[in-house]
């Protein structure tokens, strides 16, 4: 006889669908009123699925919705985290059907948000769901969802801290990473940090007319390509003084063990239809995206962009610039280095003015912790294959704040796949993933509560 | 008593601001219908002062204003050249005024095309009407306004080719062109070339987050940046080979004759607000914009420019790059060698595309001509000062062309300022520089005429 989550995935998928129709963009001002939308709509879900004490907590940006089921204060407590808002869906034109109008196609939810991180808080949601079905969650679990992920988590930050007590937990649990693939389950162990500017180069007090001008003037844009090309040398590592000081060195024992992941640079370059790999010297691709901090222009702009030909020579260029970091470095520091190196070598004729965005600090999680191993057993039981322990290469800032303020380590226990394309055109969740979620989740518990026993 | 001019000059304004109402911007498909407006009303401006055979010859594109007043087949004939397409006006937001909104403040004309070149054409239009007053004009005059010259002027130069019957005459008169200042009038004697480029980097087939890529896959705004700054040495010379090789040099004597004219690198610094000039080493500021080749990226974009921070590696970046040609290099030439080499230093991991746009052929034109020495008297009789012969950064493609399918020289009596801002937010012309050209040319065409008698 069908389970309960097959009589009812029809309806999971759909109610997840209608979240996804609210564009909960949270870099972007003019989309705050969905945020708080999208907000309300998880509060009532918590409330449908017995959760208690549900309320969006306010913060100085986008409030968390909060909800907790305390079975009996003896048993462990789960903290659930996760994050409702959304990457911005530009470029719209690249996308096949609308960021905000999901549909299923082949087997896949495609919309913003489907995979990062609403599909896979939804999860979560539905868990609970099914639990109650089968005599309800077996140990204590709280539930905290954000609405800055995409922005930094500032104000997550500052609730954590002033909130210790409501939050007190064993662990936390977070779907927001991936698998390597469908057959091949992992849990991410290595996490990097992140430090994020944008930079702004000033010539001219004004556009000027690059044919009376040019030759004669600091052309901004100019200058600022030379800046960026002067970051990295020819082997591709950064040049940026004191950068690789605190870069954890593995060991060779380590760097075999982490190159042991199924990995085929074949597969990888068709993948993203690129003819070569490209990176630091000395490096495998797995060793590259998870052990190597990086330096990375997220964007760029300046002058005429328009059609057609304008023979200008800018006032300004503009680029965000960001770097991912590795254990021991920190975002703080990098952001400083990073700032005075980057002013210090702008030539006389520009003035160069570094805008610090956000960052997050990198972290390693332990593989030997109770958590862990029943995260890991929930898998083997769901997907009939043990899953392998991957450093990836995104970070989620705030597993290292949680670990320090709270004193908590997190598992990653996430369902995505590199191919989801979250934060590109596109961004799609598989259904099969969604459904083994919201399968695997219940184990989760089940392990970690008989275990805690 | 008032001369007719002193009498009209009101209505001469205002007869320019309609005109300047009009947004003829060529670059952007949206304006054509206000391109074909402003050709229209030229057309009736020339009617009125009494041109005859007034047409709109149509072109594959925009079509070219023509008049033409034969007062006696014996005397000489002068061809007027000018364009009544204005630059695109973005960025808006930094304009003052609505730049297609004309207003005069302290004594100057601020819209897009004020100077650039509606205003210096309409100069010739109100100079047929002043002569008209007094006896007529005193020789041979055909008028051609082109609607293409901020875009290449490409079906100007087919019109010319298919009509060199139509167009003959002894000498080309533009003013399209500056002065050095209200106190020092002087004339453009040799105009740069231009090779303008549209370049475009792909890395992967799709947008990419930069936590889960960054490290190992080529970033194509990184490596756009890496190529451009390859593109000049630490002296700031171009490293494209072959690039000066027909570069001509100047004598010491030359050079220092170039240099005569009246020039402060400190009031030059001070005017466009920098620190500091930069440029070729070994030349100064005049000859980096009057003898030296240069290259500029006009415009670039790439990956998010939006507000906030969006950590993604973009699948394509962009720019525009022109480079400013002098005697003896040849638009086609660099045309070809920027493209071969730009594809050349393209690193494996990323697919580079070279769209050329425009160009145009550098040119010097004679300062012992009939012509060029009636332009100067005109200039020292309403100036009260000699000019000075300058040779100027911007290019005028057609000049060239002229020589070539015509056989003839050009005069360029223009009467902006560096100052006006063309190209910029906020372009003006003053009024003095407007009206003192409307008195300037009926001398030209009065000494231009005797001399050839």
Same mark, same amino acid.
């Given at each position: 006889?069908?389970s309960?989550?097959?009589?009812?995935?029809?309806?999971?998928?759909?109610?997840?669908? !209608?979240?996804?129709?609210i564009?909960?963009?949270?870099?972007?001002?003019?989309?705050?009123?969905?945020?708080?939308?999208?907000?309300?709509?998880?509060?009532?879900?918590?409330?449908?699925?017995?959760?208690?004490?549900?309320?969006?907590?306010?913060?100085?940006?986008?409030?968390?919705?909060?909800?907790?089921?305390?079975?009996?204060?003896?048993?462990?407590?789960?903290?659930?985290?996760?994050?409702?808002?959304?990457?911005?869906?530009?470029?719209?034109?690249?996308?096949?059907s609308g960021?905000?109008?999901?549909?299923?196609?082949?087997?896949?939810?495609?919309?913003?948000?489907?995979?990062?991180?609403?599909?896979?808080?939804?999860?979560?949601?539905?868990?609970?769901?099914?639990?109650?079905?089968?005599?309800?969650?077996?140990?204590?679990?709280?539930?905290?969802?954000e609405?800055?992920?995409?922005?930094?988590?500032?104000?997550?930050?500052?609730?954590?801290?002033?909130?210790?007590?409501?939050?007190?937990?064993?662990?936390?649990?977070?779907?927001?990473?991936?698998i390597?693939?469908?057959?091949?389950?992992?849990?991410e162990?290595?996490?990097?940090?992140l430090?994020?500017?944008?930079?702004?180069?000033?010539?001219?007090?004004?556009?000027?007319?690059?044919?009376?001008y040019?030759?004669?003037?600091?052309?901004?844009?100019?200058?600022l390509?030379k800046?960026?090309?002067?970051?990295h !040398?020819?082997?591709?590592?950064?040049?940026?003084?004191?950068?690789?000081?605190?870069?954890?060195?593995?060991?060779?024992?380590?760097?075999?063990?982490?190159?042991?992941?199924?990995?085929?640079?074949?597969?990888?370059?068709?993948?993203?239809?690129?003819? !070569?790999t490209?990176?630091e010297?000395?490096?495998?691709?797995?060793?590259?995206?998870?052990?190597?901090?990086?330096?990375?222009?997220?964007?760029?702009?300046?002058?005429?962009?328009?059609?057609?030909?304008?023979?200008?020579?800018?006032?300004?260029a503009?680029?965000?610039i960001?770097?991912?970091?590795?254990?021991h470095?920190?975002?703080?520091?990098?952001?400083?280095?990073?700032?005075?190196?980057f002013e210090s070598?702008a030539?006389?004729?520009?003035?160069?003015?570094?805008?610090?965005?956000?960052?997050?600090?990198?972290?390693?999680?332990?593989?030997?912790?109770?958590?862990?191993?029943?995260?890991?057993?929930?898998?083997?039981?769901?997907?009939?294959?043990?899953?392998?322990?991957?450093?990836?290469?995104?970070?989620?800032?705030?597993?290292?704040?949680?670990?320090?303020?709270?004193?908590?380590?997190?598992?990653?226990?996430?369902f995505?796949? !590199?191919?989801?394309?979250?934060?590109?055109?596109?961004?799609?969740y598989?259904?099969?993933?969604?459904?083994?979620?919201?399968?695997?989740?219940p184990?989760?518990?089940r392990?970690?509560?008989a275990?805690?026993?």
């Amino acid at each position: 006889m069908a389970s309960y989550l097959e009589q009812n995935q029809e309806r999971f998928l759909s109610e997840l669908m !209608d979240w996804l129709r609210i564009p909960s963009v949270s870099a972007d001002p003019k989309f705050h009123g969905d945020v708080l939308r999208a907000a309300e709509y998880l509060k009532a879900r918590f409330e449908e699925v017995g959760l208690e004490k549900v309320e969006l907590c306010p913060t100085a940006g986008n409030p968390i919705v909060y909800g907790e089921k305390i079975v009996d204060p003896a048993l462990p407590t789960v903290l659930v985290y996760g994050h409702y808002d959304v990457q911005p869906a530009d470029p719209y034109e690249l996308w096949t059907s609308g960021p905000f109008e999901p549909v299923i196609k082949d087997g896949k939810i495609y919309a913003r948000g489907a995979c990062d991180d609403k599909g896979q808080v939804y999860m979560h949601v539905k868990a609970l769901e099914v639990m109650n079905q089968d005599g309800g969650v077996p140990c204590n679990v709280k539930v905290m969802i954000e609405g800055e992920e995409e922005i930094g988590s500032n104000n997550l930050a500052i609730f954590v801290r002033e909130n210790k007590e409501k939050l007190k937990a064993d662990v936390i649990l977070i779907s927001d990473t991936g698998i390597l693939s469908n057959d091949q389950p992992s849990i991410e162990v290595g996490l990097r940090g992140l430090s994020y500017h944008e930079v702004e180069v000033t010539g001219p007090n004004r556009d000027l007319h690059s044919g009376l001008y040019g030759g004669a003037v600091a052309n901004p844009i100019n200058v600022l390509c030379k800046m960026i090309a002067s970051l990295h !040398d020819e082997n591709n590592h950064i040049t940026i003084p004191a950068f690789y000081d605190k870069v954890a060195v593995l060991s060779e024992e380590e760097r075999a063990e982490l190159n042991r992941v199924p990995h085929s640079d074949d597969e990888f370059k068709q993948s993203i239809g690129l003819p !070569d790999t490209y990176g630091e010297a000395g490096y495998t691709t797995v060793e590259r995206i998870g052990i190597r901090p990086t330096l990375d222009v997220n964007g760029i702009w300046g002058g005429y962009t328009g059609e057609g030909a304008k023979t200008v020579i800018a006032s300004k260029a503009f680029a965000k610039i960001s770097m991912r970091l590795v254990p021991h470095q920190t975002s703080d520091e990098i952001t400083e280095i990073f700032q005075k190196h980057f002013e210090s070598i702008a030539p006389s004729g520009v003035t160069v003015v570094v805008r610090p965005h956000h960052g997050g600090e990198p972290v390693v999680t332990p593989t030997d912790s109770v958590a862990y191993k029943a995260a890991a057993d929930a898998m083997e039981t769901t997907f009939g294959k043990r899953p392998i322990p991957t450093r990836g290469g995104g970070s989620i800032p705030i597993v290292a704040m949680f670990k320090t303020e709270l004193g908590l380590d997190s598992v990653l226990l996430g369902f995505g796949l !590199d191919s989801d394309a979250i934060h590109s055109p596109n961004e799609h969740y598989g259904v099969f993933n969604f459904l083994k979620g919201i399968e695997t989740i219940p184990h989760f518990y089940r392990n970690y509560a008989a275990a805690a026993k």
